[in-house]
């Protein structure tokens, strides 16, 4: 077969089974403040339990061994304070407000899962999820999404031998959604790996391996804020995060 029909293979292929699209990121731009009589809505997601993300070659087997290892770091990380990402639309609405953007601060979490998928289009973007039906609810026009992906740590294994010790992870998506289109007007992935330092295994409290989830904490949240605001990243906006710390 020809490279024209395993090209036409495989876009049937996704039609009948819907292949997943990588949405890249969409850098803001000064544009996103100009528009002064629509108003934004500034929320977070329903953050995710906090947990250790088990990366490597491992099968199910080693799966469930190296999650039982990790138990008493989850159980640690339940009691973790991540009050700098629930609080993080606090300090966007700020820098949109002294923008002069009109701006409603939703109190509660959005609890996506009750929201349905977007079907009249997709694509790059385009918002999975359908958030339209929120423009009514907030009474606005565009909703600032800040949605936590992992609060935590990660650790590489190779079956159900670790590859090195547990880092600090906490990966975020903000995003800015048309209320009116679901398109997305910005969308910015941050993940944040940061190193121990100093023994980390020191059960049952691991201080030292909580310091490099509250540095990854920080500098996620400092990473949004400066993607947002086209701020230049410096040690005072990164809360003094540790120079081993992997941001993307």
């Known amino acids: ?6 090209a036409g293979l495989f876009l049937a292929l996704c039609s009948l089974a819907g292949c997943a699209v990588v949405q890249k990121p969409i850098p803001a731009s000064a544009k996103l403040f100009d528009d002064r009589t629509s108003t934004v809505a ?43 990402v629930k609080g993080l639309p606090q300090e966007l609405a700020k820098g949109l407000e002294s923008r002069q953007v ?8 959005v609890d996506t899962e009750m929201l349905k998928k977007f079907t009249e289009g997709s694509g790059d973007g385009i918002a999975e999820m359908d958030y339209r039906p929120l423009a009514k609810q907030y ?31 906490v990966s975020l998506v903000g995003q800015l959604i048309d209320l009116h289109t679901n398109r997305l007007q910005w969308y910015e992935p941050v993940q944040v790996n940061t190193p121990v330092i100093g023994e980390w295994d020191d059960a049952p409290e691991y201080v030292n391996l909580m310091k490099s989830v509250d540095a990854s904490t920080r500098a996620a949240t400092s990473k949004l804020r400066a ?9 005072a906006t990164s809360g003094g995060v540790s120079s081993g710390a992997t941001v993307q």
Not at 102 to 109: G, R, T
Not at 139 to 145: F, S, T
Request: glycine share 10%.
């Open 139 to 169: 009474g606005a026009d565009r909703l600032l999404l800040v949605a936590p992906r992992w609060l935590g740590t990660s650790r590489s294994y190779y079956g159900f031998m670790p590859l090195g010790a547990p880092q600090g992870y």
């Open 42 to 84: 500034v929320a977070v997601q329903k953050l995710p339990e906090p947990n250790q993300n088990m990366i490597g070659a491992q099968g199910i087997l080693d799966y469930a061994i190296n999650k039982a290892n990790a138990q008493a770091i989850v159980e640690r990380l339940q009691r973790q304070d991540f009050s700098l």
């Open 227 to 235: 993607a947002l605001f086209m701020e230049q990243m410096t040690t």
């Open 102 to 109: 009109k701006v409603v601060l939703v109190a509660d979490p």
């Open 1 to 6: 077969m020809g490279r024209i029909g395993l």
